[in-house]
């Protein structure tokens, strides 16, 4: 949910700088919708080499660091008052990470980053919130010793839904350094949900830059991260915020911090913030009283400023009123502002007071804040910041200025001795000026530094003070003569083995050479700037990771001052587990002589691959990524290795899985044995018998004559030679062929006699007028069979008869033909146009009259089409009455009458009259 990634100088060693690095992480701990993630145990600090020079260029990383979590709370809203029922609807966490690094001296500086995925899913301000990750920045400087601004205050703040706030964003830098801050759209980098904790060696190395940013959701912005009808601003020298929020929800905002120095911006870090408006009922914040509303002050050195800061409640609640600020602080500004906490019921005053002396005059100000809090439901506070302007002071001040020796005391001849001048008002850029017996030494810094020195030499320095209130700004040392012993001074040198790099856990033996340094001298071996080791010129050494940062220092038993040698610094490399996959223009099986590609690629190598091709175990001596062999040999292994010049390989060498080469069998291609005869029109499938060659690009060809098929299965027209070819593009084309003769086949014809039989004459004759042919096998449709060439049969009864003939000629091949007899069924009937159903035995039914064989049915319409009668079985007729038994009226009738029969007729429709 936000956070910020800060650091402190913690001294110099020579060749290098410590720094206390401060990560402060906020987690969203609410698990009531879904499981969320704990914090972790340690998390990774990325430390990139800056390149002013190619500012587009990636950042190319210099070490990884561990920040290890060593405290964690839970952030709560105030409740206020003890009668307060007021409780927060959000569950946040907050963890503290800290790691103490080295970094090695260097002309362009470190960026510092820290990366993690996800954020919150519940952000309204950002598009997909549950996938974006936060990246924690900040910088550390060239040349000169710098700690980040340092904050205190919250960063995931509770707000009541429309209610206005104001926030302090309570920065302070260690080194008064002025402070510029800005909104901007927070970090989002390079983690995600499938690498929500990049390496940065292995992920993010190079680091491209710009770092990615979020994403805001449609309608929100850097400078409306609030929402429709939501306000916030910020005051760039002070950080002071104010916030109004409109709408219940989180949001994500971000405040930059630009750190400038005489002018000139020298570092940067950022506040990834996230704020919670939540229903609760607004509390009147403070207000600062009318009396005490100046918040700019100008006063000279030497001049006494006091002045009353007072704020009242509108609720009347009580109020507690505490103050901080570096001029408040005696480390900093001396002597400091004094403002005393205070206590009041609905208001609340304390009053500022500060005399600045003489030299502390500046054209940045000096500020402190003031924060109000009530003790209403939920708590409120306001805070203001107060600005201080000194100006010069009359001159009335002299400075002075005296010379130390280190080491103190006696100093053996030949030893290296640094004299500092100690000044008083120097101002922020004095001038030194060395003499060594009068003649001039040095190199104008405060520090002079030499191991040419003999017995008796006088050393002076001159301090010229651009400090104010000066009465003269020249001040001369008193002489500091040298007392040197004629006994030679020790000298120390320290090497290592190994001497290039070191790798994690790798024991580093340092030996130490003494030249002048006694029979027992003692040695003191000194380990990322803490005493370490034995008494010993040998030491060993070893660290996880980080720096080895190694010096000795010798007192000799010649009663000369202890020497310090050389100092060597490591940067440990983390290991790396290459990886290498080989792939292969073709696999596993080739055509004899068929050159094939292979290609390398290799990973987590740490510095450019170099490759190594092998052959049946044996090295070609080859070294690119890419190759090409010609002649591979049926079962040569083929495979590769990677190594690089990186020293933390583990393994040193990878092999790729190897790939296995078969070279194909001969193609082999037969065609079915032949000769074949076949009838005419007869389909023929030739079995095309393939061995060997390339099977996954067999290509098939079929031919004959001037024609070409695809298909093995085919109906040959003429007597010919049929070809097949197949290729394999391995070994060529393979041929085969067969001789394939197609016979004759007689051609099938009859007919019958009379043309149209039926049911009067079921006699029926059969007349074969085939050709080419020697039998006649007929089938005449009702199971009757005969071998007759000209049959002659007579049927039972009329209706359909399917009538075969197979022909078959001299050389066996046969011919079929199939007619579809229709024997006729004829009914002879007649049906009356009237009847008189009254019962005197005459003309009492309608039906129908005649010989029907399977009867037949009947249905009877009335004039409206209404059914009045309907058979039932086969041969029923129609009394006059209608379905219901009823007599129906005299008049006319249709019918609809079908013939049952097994030939189907078609139906019969007319009209009767009855008459009564």
Request: charged share 10%; glycine share 8%.
């Amino acid at each position: 949910m936000g956070g910020e990634l800060t650091y402190q100088y913690d001294g110099a060693i020579t060749g290098g700088a410590f720094y206390n690095v401060k990560l402060i992480v906020y987690r969203y701990c609410d698990s009531t919708i879904a499981p969320t993630a704990p914090l972790d145990a340690s998390m990774f600090l990325g430390v990139y080499v800056n390149d002013p020079a190619n500012l587009a260029n990636p950042l190319v990383w210099y070490a990884t660091e561990t920040l290890t979590l060593i405290s964690s709370d839970f952030v709560v809203s105030a409740p206020g008052n003890s009668a307060c029922t007021f409780e927060s609807s959000a569950c946040i966490e907050r963890g503290e990470y800290y790691a103490s690094i080295l970094v090695p001296d260097n002309v362009d500086g470190y960026h510092l980053f820290v990366e993690r995925c996800c954020r919150n899913g519940n952000i309204v301000n950002l598009n997909t919130p549950g996938a974006a990750g936060m990246t924690f920045y900040t910088f550390i400087p060239p040349g000169i010793q710098n700690s980040s601004p340092q904050i205190t205050d919250i960063s995931v703040p509770y707000m009541c839904l429309g209610d206005t706030v104001s926030l302090i964003n309570n920065a302070f830098d260690p080194d008064g350094d002025s402070l510029v801050y800005s909104f901007v759209v927070p970090f989002n980098g390079y983690s995600s949900s499938a690498m929500p904790i990049p390496d940065p060696f292995i992920d993010n190395n190079p680091y491209s830059t710009p770092i990615p940013q979020i994403i805001y959701a449609s309608g929100y912005s850097v400078v409306n991260f609030l929402g429709v009808g939501s306000y916030a601003s910020i005051d760039p020298f002070t950080g002071l915020t104010k916030y109004y929020f409109p709408n219940q929800g989180f949001y994500v905002a971000a405040i930059e911090i630009k750190e400038f120095r005489n002018g000139i911006q020298i570092s940067s870090s950022r506040r990834d913030l996230q704020f919670i408006a939540i229903v609760c009922t607004p509390n009147e914040v403070p207000v600062l009283a009318a009396a005490g509303a100046a918040t700019v002050f100008t006063v000279g050195e030497g001049q006494s400023l006091c002045f009353p800061v007072s704020f009242s409640d509108p609720d009347g609640d009580s109020l507690h009123l505490v103050a901080s600020g570096l001029v408040l602080n005696s480390a900093v500004v001396n002597p400091p502002g004094v403002i005393p906490d205070a206590v009041g019921d609905s208001t609340v005053s304390s009053t500022f007071c500060w005399t600045p002396s003489c030299g502390t005059s500046r054209p940045a100000p000096y500020q402190f804040s003031v924060t109000a809090t009530d003790n209403g439901c939920p708590q409120k506070s306001t805070s203001m910041i107060y600005s201080i302007y000194v100006t010069a002071g009359p001159a009335s001040l002299t400075p002075s200025v005296s010379i130390a020796q280190t080491p103190p005391g006696i100093i053996c001849l030949g030893s290296q001795i640094t004299f500092t001048a100690i000044a008083v008002l120097p101002g922020n850029a004095p001038q030194y000026l060395w003499k060594v017996n009068g003649l001039p030494a040095g190199n104008g810094t405060e520090v002079f530094t030499s191991s040419t020195l003999v017995n008796g030499d006088v050393i002076t320095v001159k301090l010229i003070s651009n400090a104010t209130c000066l009465l003269n700004d020249t001040a001369i040392s008193p002489p500091f003569v040298v007392v040197i012993n004629p006994q030679p001074a020790p000298q120390v040198t320290i090497t290592s083995n190994p001497s290039g790099n070191l790798c994690p856990q790798q024991i580093c033996l340092f030996t130490a050479s003494v030249v002048n340094a006694g029979a027992n001298p003692v040695y003191q071996w000194n380990i990322n700037g803490s005493n370490a080791g034995t008494n010993n010129s040998l030491f060993t050494a070893a660290n996880p990771s980080g720096f080895i940062s190694v010096y000795v220092t010798v007192t000799p038993s010649t009663g000369c001052p202890p020497q310090q040698s050389n100092n060597i610094l490591f940067n440990i490399m983390p290991y790396l587990d290459p990886e290498i996959l080989l792939t292969a223009s073709v696999l596993d099986s080739i055509c004899p002589g068929q050159p094939v590609q292979f290609s390398a690629a290799s990973s987590t190598t740490g510095a450019p691959p170099v490759y190594s091709w092998i052959l049946n175990g044996v090295n070609l001596g080859i070294t690119d990524s890419i190759i090409t062999l010609n002649t591979i040999n049926e079962g040569d292994i083929v495979n590769v290795a990677v190594t690089s010049s990186y020293p933390c390989l583990s393994p040193v060498y990878t092999y790729a899985e190897p790939l296995v080469y078969h070279i194909f069998d001969s193609l082999q291609a037969n065609l079915t044995d032949g000769p074949i005869e076949l009838c005419a029109g007869q389909p023929v499938s030739l079995d095309f018998d393939v061995l060997g060659g390339n099977f996954s690009t067999y290509v098939y060809s079929w031919s004959y004559g001037n024609s070409v098929t695809g298909n093995s299965f085919f109906v040959p027209p003429f007597s010919d030679f049929y070809y097949a070819s197949i290729n394999d593009q391995c070994f060529g084309t393979k041929n085969d062929s067969i001789y394939i003769e197609v016979l004759p086949v007689p051609e099938t014809n009859f007919y019958w006699s009379p043309d149209n039989p039926s049911t009067f004459n079921l006699n029926v004759f059969f007349n074969d007028v085939s050709t080419g042919a020697v039998s006649w096998p007929w089938n005449l449709g009702d199971s009757t069979i005969t071998i007759e060439q000209n049959p002659e049969h007579s049927y039972l009864k009329g209706g359909l008869y399917e009538i075969q003939l197979i022909t078959t000629n001299d050389v066996g091949c046969t011919d079929t033909l199939i007619k579809e007899l229709d024997i006729e069924s004829f009914v002879t009937a007649y049906i009356p146009n009237s009847f008189t159903p009254n019962d005197d035995g005459k003309n009492d039914v309608f039906g129908l009259i005649g010989f029907p064989a399977n009867g037949y049915s009947m249905v009877i319409y009335n004039r409206w089409g209404q059914i009045v009668f309907e058979s039932v079985g086969a041969f029923d007729t129609w009394n006059g009455k209608s379905v219901n038994g009823s007599a129906v009226p005299l008049g006319v009738y249709s019918y609809f009458i079908t013939i049952k029969n097994d030939k189907a007729q078609k139906p019969i429709t007319g009209t009767v009259s009855l008459i009564r």
